[in-house]
């Protein structure tokens, strides 16, 4: 939040826990910064219908285990954004490390393992490109997708993202 915040945005955060409401509104503070941090989820989003220009997802919509809940949280996205408004996502690639490391289940489904705190969870794992964008086209009427790949010392980070109108 903080490059928006910096430039006089009104800025919103979602998690799911309140503990880490508190922490994020309290780093932003200690560096001079305001945002609103709430309790939430991808598929509650605890604001009105249309409030926000821009909704940023970086790194939680693949946190929805089964397609109808991807479904539900890009409806959510769209709900709360503005008319003529954009959403950001950003989710795991192909090539990132937790997605190479885990357990296919089978329809984009993923159990995550030899990572971290995650492990045994059950992930939705957009395998590619066309992937994201078929499942953004079923809510929002105009995609653009692509993709960020960076070596990172001995680790690989892979993010597909898409632009949604």
């Not at 598929?43 to 970086?58: C, E, I, K, Q, T």
């Not at 809940?69 to 954004?81: H, S, Y």
């Not at 078929?134 to 929002?140: A, E, G, H, I, T």
Request: hydrophobic fraction near 40%; glycine fraction near 6%.
């Amino acid at each position: 939040l903080v490059p928006f915040a910096d430039l006089g945005c009104e800025c919103h955060g979602v998690e799911i826990d309140p503990k880490i409401c508190s922490i994020g509104e309290n780093l932003l503070a200690a560096r001079g910064y305001q945002a609103k941090m709430v309790e939430g989820h991808n598929r509650r989003l605890p604001y009105p219908d249309a409030h926000f220009d821009l909704l940023l997802s970086v790194a939680t919509i693949h946190y929805e285990s089964i397609e109808e809940n991807v479904l539900a949280a890009l409806r959510e996205f769209r709900r709360v954004t503005k008319p003529g408004g954009s959403v950001y996502i950003a989710t795991v690639g192909p090539r990132h490390a937790i997605q190479q490391r885990a357990e296919v289940l089978g329809n984009h489904r993923y159990r995550v393992r030899d990572y971290d705190f995650r492990n045994g969870e059950a992930f939705f794992f957009f395998d590619n490109e066309l992937y994201l964008a078929r499942y953004c086209k079923q809510v929002f009427d105009n995609v653009e997708v692509g993709r960020v790949t960076e070596n990172l010392f001995s680790m690989t980070v892979d993010h597909m993202i898409a632009l949604c109108r």
